[in-house]
């Protein structure tokens, strides 16, 4: 079948084992707050500089550390979160993305409590928080959408060009609470999480698998503690889409681009009471080489 049709036919494992080479991963996010008369208010970045080490003996587990992170406002110069540098933890995904302490993916909260950057600045819980969400974001794009899900339908299933399947973690309902200032209850509803087999092309001369993937609607509801008398109260709706490439000899992820639409109304204690947000989040995660991850 020369006029294409082989590679529409073909059957593929994207589920198989991942090779066990080091990978070398850049993820940057970007936050555009918009105004509700479409005006942009301000673009906030926040970008990840992250290793990966396959541990011996366990295919499903990877030892994570984290070069570098920088925060940037607007037009400010970047700034670094230096407790975070140097922090390596190992992720192994369990059935129901929860560790024994009951944090999602087993990323540890400790970590982002009281987080300070490189001017001496403790974040704000806001800000702290979409530090700690930048890792949840990164092993949901790398590690679980991308690997075989042991809970139900997951990438295993798809297996031809055009296959479209309804995730495992479509309708869940896991918590979002992050030490004393997220407070226990908050919580990010899924909707119908849905993957599409795309095809197949090219990312850095490297045969890859496009996978794209489809949140549907979710809800989410946030209690947030800026300090421990006073509490605002977020819920929301977001819609997040997207696409993975995966390398088709190593199995490990080459790139990810997703958009998430964010529209929220938080209810403060104070006036003016009711404030409502609307953002975009813009994110990408590239592979390097070695070289160019030891020369950021």
Not at 60 to 69: E, I
Not at 86 to 100: I, V
Not at 260 to 289: F, G, W, Y
């Amino acid at each position: 079948m020369s006029d294409g049709r082989a590679v529409l036919h073909s059957s593929y494992d994207l589920a198989a084992d991942r090779t066990a080479e080091s990978q070398f991963y850049e993820m940057e996010t970007k936050v555009v707050a918009i105004a509700l008369n479409g005006t942009r208010l301000g673009v906030e970045s926040y970008k990840l500089l992250l290793k990966a080490d396959p541990v011996d003996g366990d295919h499903a587990a990877v030892d994570y550390t984290c070069k570098r992170y920088l925060v940037t406002s607007g037009e400010a110069n970047p700034r670094t979160i230096p407790s975070l540098e140097g922090w390596t933890y190992r992720f192994s995904d369990k059935p129901t993305h929860l560790d024994e302490k009951g944090q999602v993916l087993g990323v540890d909260h400790a970590r982002f409590a009281g987080l300070v950057d490189s001017n001496g600045e403790t974040l704000s819980p806001v800000v702290a928080y979409l530090v700690y969400n930048t890792f949840i974001d990164f092993h949901s794009f790398c590690d679980v959408f991308p690997r075989r899900s042991h809970s139900g339908r997951g990438i295993q299933d798809l297996t031809r060009i055009g296959q479209r399947i309804v995730h495992a973690a479509a309708f869940s309902q896991p918590p979002v609470n992050l030490g004393g200032q997220v407070k226990e209850g908050s919580y990010f509803k899924n909707g119908e999480v849905t993957l599409d087999f795309k095809g197949v092309g090219a990312v850095d001369d490297a045969p890859c698998a496009l996978v794209g993937f489809d949140s549907g609607d979710n809800a989410f509801q946030m209690t947030v503690r800026p300090i421990p008398t006073i509490e605002a109260v977020t819920n929301g709706y977001s819609h997040y889409f997207g696409d993975i490439s995966i390398d088709l000899a190593t199995r490990w992820v080459r790139k990810v681009k997703m958009i998430e639409l964010v529209i929220s109304e938080t209810t403060l204690l104070m006036p003016p009471n009711k404030v409502n947000a609307v953002n975009q989040r813009d994110l990408t995660i590239v592979s390097l080489s070695r070289e160019s991850f030891d020369a950021q």
